[in-house]
């Protein structure tokens, strides 16, 4: 069976939280490595393309992830199907990002929205 390449999208998205999670600054965050993060990018983008409907976008479809007091479950099952245990403080509070067709824009902490990848 030929492996489903994520869309550009939901590999944008994923690559982002990974690269949080081996190198970002959350509060008490855990040390992850590269290897770690690769298999969490990997969980995560075919959750987020799943949840896109990829088999045939909507033009307004949008998944929202968020890391708020709570690890968002789309973030939760992505670290259950890579064998880690990643909690809310291994990323940054607050953050909240949009993934549509064609972008994803992110907002960490408190600051403005910022787009992380466009078509």
């Known amino acids: 069976m030929t492996p489903v390449v994520p869309s550009p ?3 944008a998205a994923a690559r982002w939280w990974a690269n949080e999670l081996a190198t970002g600054t ?3 965050r855990r040390r992850f490595t590269a290897a770690q993060a690769d298999r969490f990018a990997a969980a995560l983008a075919e959750l987020i ?3 896109l409907g990829r ?3 909507q033009q307004g479809s949008a998944v929202t992830i968020d890391c708020d007091y709570r690890l968002h ?3 939760a099952d992505a670290a259950w199907r890579s064998g880690l245990l990643v ?3 291994d990323l940054p509070m607050r953050t909240y990002m949009w993934i549509t067709p064609g972008r994803v ?3 960490e902490g408190r600051a403005p929205e910022e787009i992380v990848w466009a078509a």
Request: proline share 10%.
């Open 73 to 75: 479950p789309l973030l």
């Open 105 to 107: 824009a992110v907002s």
């Open 87 to 89: 909690s809310m403080y």
């Open 49 to 51: 393309d799943q949840r």
């Open 9 to 11: 999208e939901a590999s």
């Open 55 to 57: 088999q045939a976008p």
């Open 26 to 28: 959350a509060m008490l």
